[in-house]
């Protein structure tokens, strides 16, 4: 079935148009143009601020002029992963999308619901001739998903809106008043190389298979840290005669959960029998300790090519800080039951001639959680002789149970389908909180349909809940209160 036929299809018509532009963070040039260009054939003003952010603006319904202004809002951007297996490249091919089952997804890639269908709605509104509104203005910010550098660039006094509808999570029926902050933090070291000597084999380690997913909503379901993972495994490996790291590499966003990891060894040659030995025994380990939660996962080893390696020492060290560095749930917060409070995903890393390099992605609900994840970091680091920056941090969003945006979407919710959505606090980042920073008096809600795995290629979006959260948003614009 084509995405032609699903319903609302303004909604789905856009969203298959984004999907035919590729968008990695950073890289929304094309898609900006586009969309400035469409805005222009629909007669609607734009803008486009020094960042690069697009603000769409739509006149109010006549008789509705005197209503609050509304901010609808998301990102371009897209999360690029793809499965080892699938040829794409995020910069030029675009994603197919395909119906299976009541739910849309990509072939191997990830879908780029997150937040494609977000920004879809926004720009259906926009054109839908038969819609109740007041005064509009949507705005699609860029490089949500590397770092926020688009809403951080955000100018204060380019938006009137009073309400901000962000459109930005993933749990139909969860109306979300509060996310976590983050920071990033870099860990670093020189590494130096020496030859390979004769009577060695040089060997490739792999870990596939695992889920991933969101490093914030889905670091609580204690998936596999591919990086991780495989840490252990060489930390037996290290043990066998002569072992010597040559490579590591891991993961490929900070705020992705890694699915893979590769390391390249060195081992005497009549050691080389015991590596499969001791890969096969963390086969059988990991299997049992992941069953449930990411069964997929599989170890190989394979015959690789190499002529220089770190020394014994150098790659124990090496692996001890990465057997050392943190990931996962570090407190659950007392404030918000159920919810985690700190967090930290090991992301990326990677070891080669140009050194030691792992970025990590700090989550918290509050700035000193926040700080003393990032301070063991730190400290790790310096133990490890290395260096450790800090960088992209954003705040959280706090929580505000009296806003009018919240209690607008609440009202609809109740009146459409009988019964009270769930108040929701998110471990992720969302842009609210940086907008919040530069526009104080502005109400916020978040709120979207179902989507399931995302930042990974299993990323699917629930057909039947993209219909139930335009039918909310439609009801919510409608009903704004006047000024």
């Keep these: 079935m084509p995405l032609s036929q699903l319903q609302p299809a303004l909604l789905w018509r856009h969203f298959q148009t984004l999907c035919s532009f590729p968008r990695p963070s950073k890289h929304e040039a094309a898609l900006r143009a586009h969309l400035q260009d469409w805005a222009k054939g629909q007669g609607l003003a734009y803008e486009v601020d020094a960042t690069g952010n697009l603000l769409i603006k739509k006149p109010a319904t006549p008789g509705l002029e005197d209503r609050q202004t509304v901010v609808l809002q998301g990102h371009l951007d ?7 297996d699938t040829a794409h490249d995020f910069h030029t091919d675009p994603i197919r999308p395909r119906v299976q089952e009541g739910w849309v997804r990509a072939e191997g890639t990830t879908l780029g619901a997150d937040n494609g269908i977000g920004v879809a709605a926004a720009l259906a509104v926009l054109e839908s001739k038969d819609i109740e509104h007041g005064p509009l203005e949507v705005l699609l910010t860029v490089d949500e998903e590397a770092g926020m550098s688009g809403v951080h660039g955000l100018q204060s006094g380019w938006l009137a809106g009073q309400l901000l509808l962000n459109l930005d999570t993933e749990d139909w029926g969860e109306l979300y ?15 130096a190389y020496e030859p390979i000597v004769a009577g060695m084999q040089v060997l490739r380690v792999a870990v596939k298979g695992l889920h991933g997913g969101h490093s914030g909503v889905d670091i609580h379901l204690e998936r596999g840290n591919a990086n991780r993972l495989l840490a252990r495994v060489l930390d037996d490996l290290l043990a066998l005669p002569h072992a010597r790291l040559v490579t590591f590499e891991g993961g490929t966003l900070r705020n992705a959960l890694p699915r893979e990891a590769f390391a390249v060894i060195a081992v005497a040659e009549e050691g080389s029998d015991r590596v499969q030995g001791v890969v096969r025994r963390w086969q059988q380990r990991l299997s049992r300790e992941l069953a449930r939660v990411d069964e997929g996962i599989k170890l190989s080893v394979e015959s690789a090519q190499a002529t220089q390696s770190l020394s014994a020492p150098t790659s124990r060290q090496v692996i001890d800080l990465l057997m050392a560095l943190p990931h996962g749930v570090s407190r659950w917060s007392q404030a918000v039951p159920g919810v985690v409070e700190s967090s930290n995903n090991l992301g ?21 959680g926040q700080d003393e994840v990032a301070r063991r970091i730190e400290a790790i680091a310096r133990m490890a002789g290395a260096q450790s920056e800090r ?24 009146a459409r389908y009988g019964k009270a959505a769930e108040i929701k606090v998110i471990h992720a980042g969302l842009e609210c909180g940086l907008i919040a920073g530069k526009y104080p008096a502005m109400q916020m809600v978040s709120f979207g349909p179902t989507v399931r795995g995302a930042h990974s290629p299993d990323e699917r979006v629930e057909i039947e809940s993209v219909a139930y959260f335009w039918d909310l948003l439609v009801d919510a614009l409608k009903a704004v209160p006047v000024r």
Excluded at 184 to 190: G, I, K, L, N, W
Excluded at 350 to 368: H, I, K, N, P
Excluded at 391 to 414: C, E, F, I, N, R
């Design 78 to 84: 897209m999360v690029t992963q793809k499965n080892a």
């Design 177 to 191: 008043v509060g996310c976590a902050g983050g920071v990033d933090v870099a860990v670093s070291r020189p590494l």
């Design 348 to 368: 990326v890393v990677r070891v080669g001639e140009a050194g030691f390099s792992a970025l990590l992605l700090v989550r918290s609900l509050t700035d000193e």
């Design 391 to 414: 960088s992209g941090a954003y705040p959280g969003w706090t929580p505000d149970l009296s806003s009018t945006a919240l209690k607008l979407v609440q009202d609809a919710y109740q």
